[in-house]
């Protein structure tokens, strides 16, 4: 099977305040990851970054620029991670998907252990 076929693609928005970044805690992986998701078919990641953002948070998001994406490995997939510096136009980023996450805010991901694997390759 072709290795493009099994790639698993996800965007996502990077909004950073006072040298933190914006992060939701995932229940299920126990773990900080950007506001995002996957990409719908006919999506493109610009459009689903700035979906998921509004459905995770609440907040109507503007992309300021693309960043290089990351292609990492987990649960046995491999991953393809589009990220975009956004920022917030409406709204103020609350949990809207208690059933999924169950916290948000800024976090210096420099500092904090328990991020999802697309940040931990990024701050690496």
Not at 90 to 114: A, L
Request: charged fraction near 35%; glycine fraction near 6%; proline fraction near 5%.
């Amino acid at each position: 099977m072709n290795e493009l076929v099994k790639m698993k693609e996800l965007a996502g928005c990077r909004i950073e305040k006072d040298g933190k970044t914006l992060l939701l805690h995932r229940i299920k992986h126990n773990y900080w990851e950007l506001p995002g998701g996957k990409i719908d078919l006919g999506e493109t990641p610009i459009q689903a970054a700035i979906r998921e953002t509004k459905e995770e948070t609440g907040c109507d998001v503007k992309i300021i620029e693309e960043l290089k994406p990351i292609i990492y490995e987990f649960l046995g997939k491999t991953v393809k991670s589009h990220q975009f510096k956004a920022r917030i136009i409406n709204g103020e980023p609350r949990v809207t998907e208690p059933d999924v996450f169950d916290d948000i805010k800024y976090v210096d991901i420099k500092k904090e252990k328990d991020i999802a694997p697309n940040l931990k390759v990024k701050i690496k």
